[in-house]
Structure formats: C-alpha cells, structure tokens
C-alpha cells in the first residue's frame, strides 16, 4: 500500500494515516511511505493515498515520550523515517512490553535519529552567521541574512527559535531546501536556494574577525575537541574559520611568552561605594542611548539578553515611573511594562485617572537577568553590582527626559534612585528627594502583586492605584 504525505516533514500527516492504517490492520511491511519530492513515476502507479474515513481514528495508547520521538524523528533525512516510526506505533500497539525494552534496535535507532536532528539544531543555532544585506527597503534598517547547510530538514522547525532570539531585527536564513525569514511580524517560509545565492561578507565581518582573534586563547587550545565541536564541514560558512589554522599554528610560540610575562599585580581594593560605570560615551538622544545600549558589556546579563529594554513616553514629562528589569514578553519585544506585570500596571494606571502615553515607563536594568528552567525564563533579581553597571544610563535617561517628579516601583528601582537601600512596605506612599532634588514617590512593583495569594489581590491593587494617583499630586516630601 502506497503512502504519500504532502512534505519531508507532515508529521500531521502521518499521524492522521498511521492511525488509519492502523485502525484497519495494515502490518508496516505492507505500507511504502513517500512524499512529495521524493515521490516516482514508480510510487505513482503502486496505489493511491489511503482514504481517511470517520471509523480510521484508532485509539491508541503510546507514552509520551514516543510523541516527542517522533516530533524529531520526522525531521531526520532518512527515507526509511517514516517506516520505523510506523513499525514502532504497530509493535506498541501489540507489544506494550516494548516501551520497558532500552534494548530493541528499533527503539535505539529512531532515538540515534532523534540525537542526529537534535544535535544539528544545536549546531544551527552556533553557527548561523548573519551578514548585512541592503535591500533597497530602509538603508537604516538593513536585511540581515545567512546561509546555512543542515544536515537534516531543521530549519522551519528551528524558525520560532530565531524568531524569539533576533525578534527585533529582519533576518533571513537561506538553505539549499528550505529558507525562512522574519520581518518582525511574520515569520515565512519558502523554497531552498543555491549557494551562490548566499550573502558575501559585510564591514562588520572585519570587527567579528579581530574579536575572535583578541580573545584567542592559545593556552586553552585543544585542536581535537574543537573540531568535535565545531566540524570541519561547517568552517567554509564561518568567517572565524579562515583564522583557525593560522592562530593554532602560533599557539605554541604564543603561551610561551605568556609564561615568561611576570605574573600582574593587582591593585588592592578600596572599601566604598562601588564607581560608576561609564564604559560607553554619554548619548544626546532617547534613540541614541537606545543605540548605546545595544553595545553595553559592562555586566553579563546582556550577554544572555535577547536585547537592552530602554523606556519609552514623552519628553518631559510629569511623572516617570522606574521599575527593576525587562521580563521575559520586554526582553522579546523589546519595549517595558508588556508582560504579565506591565498589563496590571496599565489597569492600575487606568483606576488612577493616568494615560500611559503621558507618562514616562522605563527600568532600573536595561537587560534581563532570568535562570533557564525547562523551555521557560525564570526572573532572577540583579545584584547590586549590576544595578550599579547601569545606573548611568538611568540617569543619562532622567537627564534627556527631564521628569517633573519619579515613582520608584518596587526596592531595585527606590535603591538606584535614591542611593540607599528602601523599606518599601513602610515607606510606600512617602516622597523624598534626591540629591538633585528631583522627588521620588515609594510603592511596590506590580509583579509583586502578582504573587500575593488571590485572596488578597484585590485589596493590594487598591491601594497600589491610590500610590499611583499620588503621583500627579503635588508631591508633599515626607523627609
């Protein structure tokens, strides 16, 4: 019996026949699966796709993890993907015992598959290098495209992927089979190219290439794990390759005279308030402080960032409120106060009698600091130090802004406004100034209502709305 789903990877498709086949006892050795670009002249006189009838849909029972098997399964380029996958739906239908089995050879060689395709998505998402493309649409906003070479058919499975990591800018990623490309609204497939339609290297390519090679380091060189890691088949598209060989044949010559440098001596540290940072000139407008953010490697947390939140509202403005950090949705779309958190802000905002677009919205950090757990971003509250790295661009921002009076949301915010630790539940609803004597209005951040019990929800956002309309209040300083 001929089979024939509608692409290399209808995994939809497969379900839907396999269980019809199922339901009518078709054993896998009687079924050839093909699609359609692989299908012959041959595949089309041995029979017809099998017709799907309301009595096809078999209930059965497979664990969940044969579900996520398969969901890798059918991206591998093995024709035969499709034929294993069924013969391991039959042989757990009529074979419970199968699923305890960590020895059956079907079994190992759909989960060697499933490594095969995870491995070449990780590989996709390391060594995707993107190069600058003038596409005649904006010269300030150009197109951004890579050519990659996967193994297996990965790329719209990994789309989502490069969707939520480059969101703010447009990208395309060219492949022989399939390509993909994001124009910050829609994420769309089509055809593969050739290679020679792959972008050549841009100005910034020069800058990449004396990075890598400013963090070269020789001592740490091991030839034999990076080529485990980084394959020779993927160097002709990586810009950094060209210098492997040249840098490794050094390394030798190069850590013995970092042996022979006598050891550095540190300076001792000074007791005190930590400097302030300044690693970046001071910016003149809202859009080049945004620029300068992008550029800003004064703590780690923008290297695991998707990209620097910056506020956003009008210019001079009666109030600013500051809050602790970017979330998960702010760090993706790159705006403050959209996530779960900045949606109850806007509510409490609207109880107060306050339009958002009158005030000014913005963040103590530029970047999210989160802990990886699952498929999720878990917030993790930044320390001291790094609220430090960025309290100039808080105050180049107050500086461009220039608010009447700020509204400090939650104990991150009051400390780097006013320079001390706050009591925040004691002196919530309290002004103060600062040492520019701007005043600063105490309450709580949003998302710390967000994790009160539910019964007691309603009352705190009361009164968080009664903090907020002291806002546009003449402020009565309290210290």
Sequence with gaps: MQVRLASETDLAGFRAQARALLARGVPPDAVHWSTAATATLFDEDAGSHLPQT??????????????????????HRDPQRFALLYRLLWRLAHEPALRHDPLDEDLLLARRMAHDVRRDSHKMHAFVRFRQVADGIDP???????????DHHIVAANGPWFRRRFANMRWAILTPDRCIEWNRVTLT?????????APPADAGEQLWLTYYRSIFNPARLKLDMMRKEMPRKYWRN?????????????AQERSGVMIEQPPTQLPKRIPGP?????????????????EAVQRCHACPIGAMATQGVCGEGPLRPRVMFVGEQPGDQEDLRGRPFVGPAGQLFDRALRQAGIERETVFVTNAVRHFKYEPRGKRRIHKTPSQQEVAACAHWLEEEIALVQPRALVALGATAARALLGRPAAVLKERGQWFTRADKRQVLLTLHPSALLRMPPEDQAEAFENFARDLALSIQEPVLSR
Aim: proline share 12%.
């Design 189 to 197: 497939e089509r055809p593969g190219v050739a290679r020679d339609q």
């Design 54 to 75: 309301p009595g096809d849909a078999a209930a059965v029972s497979v664990p969940a993890s044969f579900l996520s098997l398969c969901e890798d399964v059918v991206l």
């Design 238 to 250: 990586l810009p950094e390759a060209a210098l492997i060989s040249s840098l490794a044949a050094q």
């Design 274 to 290: 930590a400097p302030r940072v300044q690693l970046l000139p001071a910016a003149g407008t809202l859009p080049a402080l945004h």
């Design 140 to 150: 300030a906003d150009p197109l951004h495209v890579a050519w990659f070479e996967p």
